[in-house]
């Protein structure tokens, strides 16, 4: 069984009536909107990680970096999946 934690947050009004809008128009609670939400915060902030990361190790030892073997393992499994 999932555990909870009930909490309270404070809203303008205003950020309070978008945000029941918008779970209406999704057809979902409010809770359901807010968990949602912190889900789609969580993930872009992962792939903003995964970016960074490979960003960096792009520029360290630009120049030494030899992806052509990536490229032809890469075409290989591709080949491989769409026969």
Excluded at 53 to 69: K, L, P, Y
């Amino acid at each position: 069984m999932n555990e909870t934690k009930t909490l309270t947050i404070r809203l303008p009004l205003a950020d309070y009536e978008r945000a029941t809008d918008l779970a209406k128009a999704r057809h979902q609670s409010l809770n359901k909107l807010v968990q949602d939400g912190l889900k789609s915060i969580e993930a872009e902030e992962s792939e903003k990680r995964l970016f960074d990361d490979f960003t960096a190790i792009a520029e360290f030892g630009r120049e030494d970096n030899d992806m052509d073997f990536a490229f032809q393992a890469q075409a290989e499994v591709v080949a491989v999946a769409e026969s």
